[in-house]
């Protein structure tokens, strides 16, 4: 369960998802929301951690106060977020998988 203290305007609260995990957390930004559920995600469960081509970041906090969910929905490049995290080799090998998809179609 998570709970805050609503009204702090710099930071909002965004659910975030790739692959088979989810994450609610606050931010400053959809892609810093990304990046750090990213990092938790790595950090407690190293080998079970599974990452889409996109990580999907949205932002509950405008959401609920506009009810406007697709211009709050930020659909992030995955190879981008990991290189975020400072996970430059994982960045390198996700994009080399994702170019190799490509090259079959």
Excluded at 4 to 32: C, I, M, P, Y
Excluded at 89 to 94: C, F, P, T
């Amino acid at each position: 369960m998570f709970s805050r203290k609503v009204g702090n305007e710099d930071r909002d609260l965004f659910l975030v998802s790739s692959s088979d995990w989810e994450t609610v957390l606050e931010a400053a930004t959809a892609s810093e929301a990304a990046t750090l559920a990213l990092e938790d995600q790595l950090e407690k469960r190293p080998s079970d951690t599974n990452i889409s081509t996109v990580v999907l970041s949205l932002n509950l906090s405008k959401t609920l106060q506009e009810v406007d969910a697709p211009n709050n929905l930020h659909v992030l490049y995955a190879p981008k977020i990991l290189a975020n995290a400072g996970l430059h080799g994982e960045s390198k090998r996700l994009q080399y998988i994702i170019d190799e998809i490509k090259s079959l179609s």
